[in-house]
């Protein structure tokens, strides 16, 4: 069992070394040579003000709440999907999975009605 | 399951599949509607009510069904409650077509979600399955929470919702890991199971206690009561009445449902035969009567805020009602849902009150009650009703309600039994004290300052009249209730 | 060698969630903090997968690291930048918090090894998210569609309370 997840595991080991493999290489052959401007988080643009830790509007949280709850729909699709194949319940589990989208399509169409989606 | 079976566990759960469809209703027509017209859901969902309410009257003949490969049971226990859930509503809704509070906000999503409150408490009382038990029980927390908060441009109301979801959220916690366990000892998720598993494994008390903590948060038991009085006050009037009435019942509904099994002559469900000789929970009831009774009352003699009084009031009527979970037999099952109907009018009544003074003078506080039997008369009278049946004083239901848990105790016949009715009786006697304030300051003090007359309109009275009405003549004929009752437990 | 390999993988994921989980909760700057519950929740999903649980596995990866902590850092930064450098830690809540630990320790180790747990055969571990969809979509029928109305609701309640105009 353990041995089909080896594929994840590879790729969980190539991005996180190939991270971690750039950095070092750069760390260790560039050349360094600090000058205040080249220090500042934009080398080549406006000058920074204050720090970057402000307030963020609360539109991002309601985005992420609709996200999060989208997700959760998400992983109900993905067992109901995995467990199609199985020829006894097709016609049930179409029937199931309609009725279960459609009732939180009524909830899309009232984010959506509501301006929820809006960016203002 | 074949197409057969499940159409026919469909049918049982129709009255919901009614309801469900009223709430995608209400949303729907939301939809086309401005703020100022918004309250015309309100409409929809009590038309949605009254037809639940008509599929529910016509199950009654179907024999008790466990249905959903025992997910959940529907029979003439559960039916019982989802009666006064839906009397509840209704009312509430009617409350809330009428409240200032809830009139100055979009009310679209509100009725929409008292619904859906309605709706998990409706599978809470018939789950015998601690997933669907579980599922309901979040349905109803999460409801809750949004309509706790719902004036969202109040203060107050936003920290009565963060205050709810915080505590509920640790509440519903505890009582998770303590399903998990019961799931790791029984290898199931059936409440019948658990029981069983308990009774045959000392060590697993703590899980029950566990499992405890999140029943005792929404029937409002003392210890987990810290949330009532401000989620109570804060919360707009119409659903501090909802909380207090119908989420209070569902917490007590869901509780006889899980330790039905333990009731020695009710035989409702799985019996398993000597499990109380093994498993008596009965002295952990004791106390928690005795504790939740006495915080309530003691604590609302020093409340200045009508909302905020009643709110300790409803912590001390829950008490009162736990009494009869420390005897648990047939008869005392029978007082407590009795004691439910009861609480509903009274309850609910005394709550219209304060609504409509909160319409009528923006403030709930005492202060502010004075004189007012000269302003408002009937308002007065009413609440003087209301109140007199709280206390439990005849002729009111409040009494006969009373009266029976008080005669299950004395009929035990055992000094354990006469003390806890001696600590009962006590506890009445101090709730007279603050109840009679509010009469006091309502009828025979003068107001500090003159105020200008106000209005009465004919909607107010009929309100109060529909409340009024049972309050008394339930008190004083009382036996249809008591044939409505049996009736749950067959 | 199956074995030392599982146990190589069990101990390092125990090391990454038990260090991260220390961070979490010690670290005085909770943007900080945040990202060490990402290892702790990563690492959680380790375990569902070397426990042969892979529905819970993703479940946790999508949900929890992908959904919830995305949602608890806009929460942080969301908040006044006060937050950060408030005294939240006294001597006192240092106290009450390492006395409440131990007895909750005290209370799950005393359970785990005086209740007889039911053991299931041991099976070779198999993929379980077919065999949970299709309970799921028979047995569990009631509970996916309550499930739906219950997100439906979530949904209506953040949106509503969240947004500012009443429209």
Known sequence: MLQAYFPVFLLLLFGVGFAVFTMLLSHFIGKKKPTPVKLSPYECGIKPIGTARIQFFVKFYLIALLFLLFDMETIFILIWAVAFHDKSIQVFALIEMVVFITILLVGYAYVWRKGALKWR | MDTQTVFRNLQLVLPEIVLTLTILAIIGYDLFLRRETSHRTGLVALVGLAIMAVFLIRQGTTPPTEAFMQLVRVDAFGRFFKFLFIATTALIVLFSLHSREVRTYKSGEYYAILLTATLGMCFLVSAINFLMFYLAIETVSLSSYVLAGYLKRDRMSSEAALKYLLYGAVASGVMLFGISYLFGITGSFSMAAAIGGISTQKVALVALLFVLVGFAFKMSLAPFHFWVPDVYQGAPTPITAYLAVASKAAGFGALFRFLLPLFPDVEIGQTLQGVIARLDVRPLFWVLAVVTMSVGNLVAIRQRDLKRLLAYSSIAHAGYITMGLAVMNAKALEAMLFYFVAYLFMNLGAFLVAMILINKLGSSLLDDCKGLVSRLPFLAVAMAVFLFSLTGMPPTVGFIAKFNIFYVLIAQGTWWYYSLALIGVGNTVVSLYYYMRIVNAMVLQKADVERPPVSWSPADGLLLLVLVVPTIVLGIYWSPLIRFVTVALQ | ?167
């Open chain 3, 1 to 167: 060698m199956g074995n030392v390999v599982f146990a190589i993988i069990f101990y390092a994921l125990v090391v990454m969630v038990l260090v991260s989980a220390v961070a979490a909760a010690f670290l005085r700057n909770i943007v900080m903090a945040a990202f060490a519950l990402f290892f702790t929740l990563l690492g959680m999903a380790g375990f569902y997968v070397l426990l042969g649980a892979d529905f819970l596995a993703i479940t946790q990866v999508v949900v929890y690291v992908g959904g919830i902590l995305i949602l608890l850092l806009f929460g942080v930064l969301l908040t006044h930048r006060s937050i950060e450098t408030l005294e939240l830690e006294t001597r006192g809540t240092y106290v009450l918090g390492i006395f409440g630990g131990l007895l909750v320790y005290g209370v799950l180790h005393y359970f785990l090894f005086s209740v007889s747990w039911p053991t299931p055969l041991m099976k070779p571990l198999e993929p379980t998210t077919a065999a949970i969809g299709q309970l799921l979509l028979s047995k569990y029928l009631l509970p996916f569609e309550v499930s739906s109305v219950t997100l439906l609701i979530a949904l209506i309640g953040a949106a509503y309370l969240v947004r500012r105009r009443d429209t």
